[in-house]
């Protein structure tokens, strides 16, 4: 799946866990938690294996339930000391929904193939096509299909629902852009 595709699953996921929890839509700092780790897996695996081939395949530590099993209790650890739940809870949405984005859709019928990622490194990984790099990966290993024009239009339908929500975490990116202003608070 496309990193656009990761985040639309993340923000519908989150966005209806919050209308339907708190009667209202994400708040900034979670909105921006749970668009980092709707990424993380991605962030990790593909440049460790096509650019610096570290690891095997670009579907692998990241991706790895295992490594959600010690990396969801870390973030809902420091979550907790630091108070901020909400943000531990939306980053948590973001990484599982990355995870669970990935499985393929024939699962459903049964067929397992394509899931193997999830036990990483305790079940081997079926070969990749070889990629020079993750630039070469954007231009040639993905081709543009029926799943990427839905993955285009769940973007497009997750944006419009973000925009009405009142574009959480839109505050933090200005900042970012204009030094010198002040920090939005947890609740804009």
């Known amino acids: 799946m496309w990193p656009w595709g990761h985040l639309a699953v993340a923000y519908l996921l989150y966005t209806a866990y919050t209308h339907y929890q708190y009667d209202r839509p994400p708040l900034s700092l979670p909105a921006i938690a749970l668009a980092i780790g709707s990424q993380l897996p991605d962030l990790i695996d593909k440049p460790l294996a096509w650019t610096f081939d570290i690891l095997p395949g670009g579907r692998t530590l990241g991706h790895s339930l295992l490594f959600a099993a010690v990396l969801v209790p870390a973030v809902y650890a420091l979550a907790i000391r630091f108070d901020a739940r909400d943000v531990g809870v939306a980053f948590v949405v973001g990484h599982l929904s990355h995870l669970l984005a ?9 067929d ?61 990116v200005r900042v970012l852009f204009e030094r010198g202003r002040r920090v939005p608070s947890r609740d804009e």
């Open 112 to 172: 397992l193939s394509g899931t193997e990622f999830l036990l990483w490194p305790l079940v081997e990984q079926p070969p990749e096509d070889p990629v020079d790099g993750v630039l070469d990966a954007i231009l040639t290993y993905y081709a543009m299909g029926p799943y990427e024009l839905f993955q285009f239009g769940l973007f497009v339908l997750a944006a419009v629902v973000w925009y009405r929500d009142g574009a959480p975490g839109l505050g933090y």
């Open 102 to 110: 990935d499985v393929p859709p024939s699962v459903l019928t049964g």
